[in-house]
């Protein structure tokens, strides 16, 4: 769905560098999410997201930060990138919490050399 | 907190059969379960969802159903066709939670 874009599609770092990965919904979803997708363990999440200003730890969330100041935003950043965080990274959005389906981005592709 | 187990993690079937997806969950609050279709490279897709008031639903050549006493759910696909070929995820939660938990996925290979 056009309603959430992640940006980059691709990236190519080096360990021990920043970076952050963006994500931006146009439905006014109260509720993002971050996930990381790896062979074999299907969709973990990261962090999420309640409301402007509110954030809460998933599954994995060590060596991750978000931030959430507006509504239609929530970027996430590896302060410090490790290759253990190869992965595909899932934004997603949701009206709700548990009970209301949630929107998939179409991924950022992150490569940590 | 909630654990979902999937199985099988990988499907054949010939083309035109019936597959059929099962995941169990553990937390018997558990009250809305959806289905994610995920082609390669492409994002997850919601194709149906259910809520524990109903014990069956049915879109087209898809069903989901439900027992909410051995909680466990069950993804039917009838009639397959190649382009159903894809990763599927099922998933739990509460209405009242934050947050869905992933079965880990099942790639469904239909041979032509």
């Known amino acids: 769905d056009a309603g959430i874009t992640q940006s980059p599609r691709y990236k190519i770092t080096e360990t021990g560098r920043q970076v952050t990965l963006m994500c931006h919904q146009t439905?006014?979803?109260?509720?993002m999410f971050w996930y990381r997708q790896d062979l074999g363990h299907g969709l973990r999440l990261i962090y999420y997201?309640?409301?402007?200003?509110?954030?809460d730890k998933g599954e994995v969330p060590d060596g991750y930060v978000v931030s959430r100041s507006k509504t239609e935003n929530f970027p996430l950043t590896l302060e410090s990138a490790t290759r253990s965080q190869t992965s595909v990274y899932f934004c997603?959005?949701?009206?709700?919490?548990?009970?209301?389906?949630?929107?998939f981005g179409d991924g950022t592709r992150l490569s940590i050399l | 907190g909630e654990n979902v187990e999937q199985h099988p993690s990988t499907l054949s079937v010939q083309e035109g059969d019936s597959a059929v997806i099962k995941c169990t969950y553990s937390?018997?609050?558990?009250?809305?379960f959806p289905w994610y279709k995920q082609e390669l490279g492409k994002r997850p897709q919601l194709i149906i969802d259910?809520?524990?008031?109903?014990g069956e639903k049915k879109d087209q050549r898809i069903a989901v159903t439900l027992n909410k006493t051995a909680k466990h759910f069950s993804l039917h696909i009838t009639e397959t066709q190649p382009e159903d070929s894809a990763v599927y995820f099922c998933?739990?939660?509460?209405?009242?939670?934050?947050?869905?938990?992933f079965g880990t996925g099942t790639s469904l290979t239909v041979i032509p």
């Open positions: 998933a739990a939660s509460r209405n009242t939670g934050n947050q869905f938990y």
């Open positions: 997201s309640a409301a402007a200003d509110i954030t």
């Open positions: 259910i809520r524990s008031n109903v």
């Open positions: 439905w006014s979803h109260s509720y």
């Open positions: 997603a959005s949701s009206e709700g919490g548990g009970g209301q389906p949630q929107h």
């Open positions: 937390d018997s609050a558990s009250n809305y």
